[in-house]
């Protein structure tokens, strides 16, 4: 385990973000019998887009975390590869949950139920990824030339939605759709950094890297 | 998000490219009770190998405009890695439009609306890829050694399908399978570069570049 | 389209490949009830295992051809995308015949059709690889530094599974079993080399790079 | 064949990887009318997780093994690509026994010729990992800079586990539901080397290599 390149590392991890997300599509369909009023039928499904939307805007915004995380680190211990299969574990299992609000969603008790479980699905995802990267700091993981703010801006942004999801689980207890609607807003939240920073992601020294970064 | 590679930015999207474009063969399926006339069966299902043809022709030629795309940033923005999963999430959802055409073709109005559904999705589809474009031109992502000649071509290669699509989606109301077939020519036409170039992708300066490229 | 690198090329279409190899699987099902006796049910699905052989054997085949091809490019032009994307597509569809004789091989009719289809796939597919070589070659897309004889034997390898596939394909429309059965030879045989050499893939002067090609 | 670059074949066993371990979740799901009480339903599928669970953990350690097998070679012959798509097969294979253990638990007869089938599938896969690296060991695939006690390591710590299955699945024959926990805790058991090191995996002599590594 000590010879596993974060190179190799990021490549399965992308596989599997990129699958999860892709899979999510298998869970919408239309009940038999809805091509006697298929505009109705689709238009009745907007639970399951809503769904669909939350569980790709989850998974990407963790992709986008993964890669930050990794982008920092200069190697990885045994610890670290296992925390790392936990998240992808987390996160493949995200279109369970999602095929479950988008065929309940109609029916009221169910509807609590499967929202319930999508949050403590979606708040795993997010915990496991701020215990990677506490692991990752802790372990002295990160690059020694790792900008010392940027540093402490991961951790800060991987914190506030724990708080936020936990809010929405408990409020998917009374009006489950709302909830529903809640964690799309805490990915989408995720997604827009503090400072909106328009500086480009590779500074100009750091060019002769990004030449080769592409070329696989 | 400063720190998102463009490399990896590419592994990721290729995989979701990868994974819906490979997907869409799930649409397809014969009735219960084929076996008895299989041969029967398997011709009579021709709509949902168009259908197939069309979400296939057009994720690969969405992938092929993407690798052009981001062939030429030498950064990405927030504002790009965002839109870029708004275009993969377009992409992931064509499959279940595919299914509707596959499923309900022989159907009078219902091909209406799935025709009409497909026709928006690859529109919406068509138009993203454009404003990826058009976002990373704005904010001078693109590299400074890039040709002119080729980022106006580039652009321009990307907003005729636009207006196809919507002469497609208006006369899908009346004739969906003609509108269907109309997509496929779309994406067709966007696979021919105007001057069908003989060139070499890699011209010979660049050719070190070329041999980490495929060094992945 | 000039300016698609061999190696994203390459990314995207192992991607396919890996994919569609593991759809495979998700044709294989037992019948109903096949819980009173499930031992008695899943031998008894055995033409499904054969399938699935087959056409796991044939992908995997495809992508080691397709990696020695690509291999030998130091470019590639648009119609070698074009033919590339035709390739991937036949491959994709490969799951969809797979399940054909997988559900219909105990029925003597449908199991004819259900194999000549198969068997027509496979043809096309290994007839685009040699399509696609063929191109590169006569289009002065292979390396100038690529040894002659191994371009030659590349040729001669990809060639003699044609005839197999015609022949496999007329006896399946008497014996299916037996023509399913020959396909599965034909991959394995494709696997064998001529020489059986056991020379390492990276002789040492190019070890430079293989230091870096599996760094990704 | 010869020409068949170690990153290549790395990039598509991953890409295989990625797919069955995602794949896994689509084996869940929940009986008609689960909607009645779906609190129920959900927790009465716990033997679906447990089953989720052990091939999750086994595909895992199998892609921490192959990356390290992988990582000490300089070049690959034929056989040994043949062996790598071998072991595909078998990973690919998976989410079928998956699945039966999923569907079957809770009947008791059925539930013995799953759990059965489950095991011996593992057990194939960690005997082609041994036979994979044994392979490498005695072609001389091996890097000649390899740890030689690294590489005894690697081959020690890929022993164990098979007498662990044999043990399993003659258990499974008699308590069937005990034997698939027995499966988790060798895949876990095979997550945790000896002695715990909490080294960085690029030592810094080696820093170039990863900088080089993840820019893919």
């Known amino acids: 385990m000590t010879t596993l390149r974060p190179g190799r590392l990021e490549a399965f991890s992308d596989g599997v973000f990129a699958i999860a997300i892709t ?8 009940p038999e019998g809805a091509g006697d009023d298929l505009l109705g039928a689709f238009l009745d499904e907007w639970p399951s887009y809503l769904a669909y939307l939350v569980s790709f805007a989850t998974i990407g915004v963790t992709w986008v975390r993964h890669a930050a995380i990794t982008h ?107 909830a529903v609607l809640g964690y799309l807003v805490i990915a989408l939240a995720l997604l827009i950094p503090a400072g909106l920073r328009r500086v480009r992601s590779i500074p100009l020294p750091q060019r002769n890297e990004n030449d080769e970064g592409p070329g696989r």
Request: aromatic residues 4%; hydrophobic residues 55%.
């Open 23 to 30: 899979l999510l599509v298998l869970e919408i369909s239309l």
């Open 72 to 178: 920092h680190l200069d190697g990885v211990d045994t610890t670290f590869v296992r925390l790392n299969l936990g998240l992808l574990l987390l996160v493949s299992f995200l279109p369970f949950p999602t095929g479950l609000v988008a065929e309940h969603v109609h029916d009221d008790e169910a509807e609590r139920v499967a929202a319930t479980i999508l949050g403590l699905n979606l708040l795993l995802v997010s915990a496991m990824v701020s215990t990677l990267w506490a692991h990752a700091v802790r372990r002295g993981l990160v690059r020694p030339d790792a900008d010392d703010t940027e540093v402490r801006l991961l951790a800060q942004r991987l914190t506030p939605g724990l708080a936020g999801y936990v809010a929405m689980i408990l409020l998917g207890l009374v009006l489950p759709i709302v």
